[in-house]
């Protein structure tokens, strides 16, 4: 079965997870001769080759003089990522996310159908430079609790992202940016602020939590009868700051890791299921 079958099958006809089992594809890395680290900035383009740059929205650009440019760019308040294997099946895992929403009410089919089309030319392009094999190896490697999503880099955040000598390309404008909610139904007193990094962490998780009985109201709700973090409609994607990572999955608790080099731990716990320091009693008759 080709990539291209592959994504069919989890953008448009389900989200079906790769069959590694398969003997007629081969995942091992084929030989070359370039470097196996693909984390520096040089990673996906040759000096006189062209690099993809895309966003997690799927919006993308092509250049033709990648060297000028970071791994991660700053257009418009959107970070921009150059495409790499690891970044394609990153967005791909997104994408089956995408799907999953759709089927639960939370994306109407208009949006998905531009995602799954700005998906598809990112595709093309990676099976181009890239190579089906390569592709299949990041997907089935990529550990999805620790891949860092793009980000811009605070210091350069203060210079234009298309100040010469940095951009010598024609940039796009950006899209604007639709104000997370959920639910998006509803009257809710409060919402609280939620970034783009606090949902792909809860995303990475998102299926395990699920399966051990945790609603997605308790990971992904941002709207409240009173102010943040009073009462208990929030959901796990308010409490995760930028610099704060997810440990342990539990029925009862999701943890929570701060930064190093302390690490302090927090634990996010379940109200709808029993917690141990809460016990039943019998009702007065």
Same mark, same amino acid.
């Given at each position: 079965?080709?990539?291209?079958?592959?994504?069919?099958?989890?953008?448009?006809?389900? +989200?079906?997870?790769?069959?590694?089992?398969?003997? +007629?594809?081969?995942?091992?890395?084929?030989?070359t001769s370039e470097p196996a680290e693909r984390n520096g900035p040089q990673e996906t383009a040759d000096s006189d080759g062209t690099a993809l740059y895309a966003a997690t929205n799927l919006d993308s650009w092509e250049?033709?003089?990648?060297?000028?440019?970071? %791994?991660?760019?700053g257009m418009d308040g959107v970070c921009y990522r150059r495409l790499d294997p690891e970044y394609y099946a990153w967005l791909r895992h997104k994408m089956a996310l995408a799907k999953k929403a759709l089927e639960a009410? %939370?994306?109407? +089919?208009?949006?998905?159908?531009?995602? %799954?089309?700005?998906?598809?030319?990112?595709?093309?392009?990676?099976?181009?430079? $890239?190579?089906?094999?390569?592709?299949?190896?990041?997907? %089935? +490697?990529?550990?999805?609790?620790?891949?860092?999503?793009?980000?811009?880099?605070?210091?350069?955040?203060?210079?234009?992202?298309?100040?010469?000598?940095?951009?010598?390309?024609?940039?796009?404008? /950006?899209?604007?940016?639709?104000?997370?909610?959920?639910?998006?139904?509803?009257?809710?007193? $409060?919402?609280?602020?939620?970034?783009?990094?606090?949902?792909?962490?809860?995303?990475?998780?998102?299926?395990?939590?699920?399966?051990?009985?945790?609603?997605?109201?308790?990971?992904?709700?941002?709207?409240?009868?009173?102010?943040?973090?009073?009462?208990?409609?929030?959901?796990?994607?308010?409490?995760?700051?930028?610099?704060?990572?997810? /440990?342990?999955?539990?029925?009862?608790?999701?943890?929570?890791? /701060?930064?190093?080099?302390?690490?302090?731990?927090?634990?996010?716990?379940?109200?709808?299921?029993?917690?141990?320091?809460?016990?039943?009693?019998?009702?007065?008759?």
């Open positions: 079965m080709s990539l291209l079958e592959l994504m069919m099958q989890q953008t448009a006809g389900g +989200s079906a997870p790769v069959d590694t089992s398969n003997p +007629s594809v081969d995942v091992s890395k084929p030989e250049t033709d003089k990648p060297r000028y440019f970071a %791994r991660d760019v009410g %939370r994306l109407d +089919s208009a949006a998905f159908d531009g995602l %799954r089309t700005r998906f598809n030319d990112i595709h093309a392009w990676a099976v181009a430079r $890239f190579g089906e094999n390569e592709l299949l190896a990041a997907v %089935r +490697s990529l550990d999805l609790k620790t891949y860092p999503p793009p980000a811009i880099d605070p210091a350069a955040q203060s210079r234009p992202a298309c100040a010469a000598p940095i951009c010598p390309v024609a940039c796009p404008s /950006g899209p604007a940016v639709e104000q997370y909610l959920y639910p998006k139904d509803g009257e809710w007193r $409060f919402t609280e602020k939620v970034p783009q990094s606090a949902i792909d962490k809860v995303d990475a998780v998102r299926d395990q939590a699920l399966s051990l009985g945790w609603s997605e109201a308790r990971l992904y709700q941002n709207r409240g009868r009173f102010r943040f973090p009073c009462g208990e409609d929030y959901g796990l994607v308010c409490f995760v700051d930028a610099k704060e990572r997810i /440990g342990d999955v539990t029925r009862q608790y999701i943890e929570i890791i /701060g930064p190093p080099p302390r690490e302090n731990r927090l634990r996010f716990h379940n109200p709808d299921v029993d917690q141990p320091w809460l016990k039943k009693t019998n009702p007065e008759i």
